[in-house]
């Protein structure tokens, strides 16, 4: 169950948080120590998937149904065309278009990461894990009725051989739900160690001196509050707008109720999952109706209506230097597998 604090206890908790790291940080100011310890406290590293991880049987599987288009309402949309390699796993358009026709809700979050998300996922966590995802997906973006037609365009499509040799000990291996744990174990695969990573285990050079300022700052001015954890985010539930209507700073046309579109609770209005912020360089437009390119501009907009700061340049272009620092290299496996 995912944890949500209310607007005054967010910025009380934000300030008391700062202050504290600020404490520490202050003392020794220039040395990369202390920076560490909190930085590994509050966030810490990632490291790419072990070879066998991605060879498993089930992770085979889900990378050939992951880019297979032809599984879909309309034989034109995979899991891959809401989720580009260009995009790290994520969609360079405000919205995807389903096998409909139709927009998706919200916009794309990358799949990047995406499995290890302790929160739920998607923009309202109103999915448990990757493949409670998958199978609501075949109703959903591939445009099927009901959830079992996915099994005869699998038997057409020649998966049956996959199937049974993935689930050997299964009757009738093609089902919604295999196919939706063969997607999750593909997915926990795609994981994208940055030169942050490398700079948290002790390599001074992975940084830039001014990616380091940036990391000083998202500690000290708080962003770690929320964007905290190993993702930098994707733990937690929070209204977006503390200091003020989110729209009238991001130029969103039209205004997303949030969680209280499904809750129907007056205080879950305007509240979204806090995604994670790993290769959010790669991932523009930012925000749950992708109304901001630019990421120094998310930067400056999360700063004002998250936390009440209004941040000058110098440490707006010290943040997203840092932010850069969490770019990783899309895996090589993250391509529509070769025939056999």
């Not at 539930?237 to 129907?264: C, K, N």
């Not at 360089?281 to 990421?295: Q, R």
């Amino acid at each position: 169950m995912v944890t949500r604090r209310a607007s005054a206890a967010a910025v009380t908790g934000f300030a008391i948080l700062a202050a504290s790291v600020a404490a520490v940080l202050g003392r020794v100011a220039p040395v990369y120590g202390d920076l560490r310890a909190a930085a590994t406290a509050q966030l810490g590293a990632v490291s790419a998937p072990a070879a066998g991880e991605i060879d498993t049987p089930q992770a085979r599987l889900g990378r050939a149904l992951f880019w297979d288009a032809r599984l879909s309402a309309n034989g034109q949309v995979s899991c891959a065309s809401c989720h580009a390699p260009a995009d790290w796993g994520s969609d360079s358009q405000p919205k995807s278009i389903d096998a409909r026709g139709r927009p998706t809700e919200r916009q794309s979050m990358s799949v990047f990461h995406s499995m290890d998300a302790p929160a739920g996922l998607r923009w309202l966590a109103d999915r448990a894990s990757g493949a409670a995802q998958a199978e609501a997906s075949i109703t959903g973006s591939m445009g099927f009725a009901k959830r079992d037609d996915i099994v005869p365009a699998l038997e057409r499509h020649g998966y049956r051989p996959l199937f049974r040799a993935t689930f050997p000990e299964q009757a009738a291996p093609i089902s919604p739900a295999n196919y939706a744990a063969a997607l999750q174990a593909y997915q926990a695969t795609l994981r994208t160690p940055a030169p942050f990573d490398r700079w948290l285990a002790g390599d001074d050079g992975a940084m830039s001196e001014r990616q380091v300022r940036g990391l000083r700052r998202f500690v000290e001015t708080g962003c770690a509050g929320c964007h905290g954890g190993l993702l930098f985010g994707g733990r937690s539930m929070q209204r977006f707008g503390i200091a003020g209507d989110y729209w009238e700073h991001t130029g969103s046309r039209d205004v997303d109720p949030g969680l209280m579109q499904r809750t129907r609770q007056k205080q879950d209005q305007f509240v979204f999952r806090v995604p994670s912020l790993r290769n959010v360089a790669k991932t523009s437009p930012y925000f749950h109706d992708g109304s901001v390119p630019e990421l120094r501009d998310a930067a400056r907009v999360m700063a004002r209506m998250q936390l009440g700061e209004d941040l000058g340049d110098q440490a707006l272009d010290e943040l997203v230097a840092f932010l850069e620092a969490l770019t990783g290299r899309v895996p090589d496996h993250y391509t529509r597998p070769a025939k056999s």
